[in-house]
């Protein structure tokens, strides 16, 4: 072996050796990714702390004068909270509040099947208890009152398309005429409920328990679609929703046609079938 030979090998090395050796950077999540959260706030916690105190109010009225102004401080506090886009690992084409709602009325079907099945099991095991209610209910008023729900429901959805449009006029039209709609459906129950008290029916009656527990209930539930509508609204008038963001709109309209479906089911089961 010549001296060239025996060197060309140390040279070898030597320049590898001399190579930059790339460093292994440990992988971490993109700058451009953050985490977002809603912003510090009491408001829910009031807002909590004023329902409990309303619902127990129905059985003792002073709480009321306390529960109803601490729930609505409360609401129109978180009113003004923005909105915001979760993108999870999973269900990516699946926005999260979406899925959120569907959950939500998957437990809410839940809960009113309990009530329509104790309903009717209450009207088979009573059948002339219901049956000298069912000729005191007043099947013109309730046809009225399903009536005016249908047609807020046609409202929701001409307001979701204007909003979808960017037509906030037409927008602010329809979504009023469902809050008419809405407190004219509560009227309307309300003048039912006071009549049928006036005839002698009680809550602590068969019927009466039945009747008051599963109307009042969807009543609860219409009253938060309403109240629900005008913290919508007055977010709208801050710019909040357009045609490129109106799935807060579109989260309402899935609520209120879910409502309207649950009291489609309870007039044929209450005033229609005897």
């Known amino acids: 072996m010549t001296d060239a030979q025996a060197v060309a090998p140390r040279d070898a090395e030597d320049l590898i050796e001399a190579m930059p050796c790339p460093e292994v950077v440990p992988e971490t999540p993109d700058e451009g990714e953050e985490i977002h959260l809603p912003p510090p706030s009491i408001a ?12 127990i109010g129905l059985i003792a009225p002073l709480l009321l004068v306390l529960g109803v102004p601490l729930t609505l401080y409360g609401v129109l506090r978180m009113a003004s909270f923005p909105e915001i886009d979760l993108h999870g690992r999973f269900f990516t084409e699946l926005d999260h509040r979406k899925l959120a709602m569907w959950a939500f009325l998957a437990s809410e079907v839940l ?12 009207k088979v095991d009573h059948p002339e208890a219901f049956r000298a209610a069912h000729e005191v209910l007043s099947l ?11 047609v807020s429901s046609f409202a929701v959805v001409m307001g979701l398309e204007a909003i979808q449009s ?45 009747f008051f527990a599963t109307t009042g209930f969807h009543g609860l539930h219409v009253l938060g679609g309403v109240g629900w509508l005008i913290i919508l609204l007055l977010r709208a008038r801050r710019g909040l929703y357009s045609a490129s963001n109106h799935l807060g709109v579109e989260l ?4 209120w046609h879910f409502v309207d479906v ?3 089911v309870l007039f044929t089961i209450i005033y229609l079938i005897e």
């Open 252 to 255: 309402f309209g899935l609520y």
């Open 44 to 55: 829910p916690f009031i807002a909590g702390v004023g329902a409990t105190l309303t619902i």
């Open 140 to 150: 013109p008023l309730a046809t009225l009152g399903t009536s005016v729900l249908i």
């Open 166 to 210: 960017d037509d906030r006029r037409v927008f602010f039209n329809w979504m009023g005429l469902t809050i008419f709609f809405g407190a004219l459906f509560l009227g309307i129950q309300a003048f039912e409920w006071y009549e049928l008290m006036h005839e002698g029916i009680k809550a602590s009656d068969i019927f009466g328990t039945a």
């Open 111 to 122: 809960f009113f099947g309990s009530l329509i099945g104790v309903f009717i099991r209450f």
């Open 262 to 264: 649950v009291w489609i």
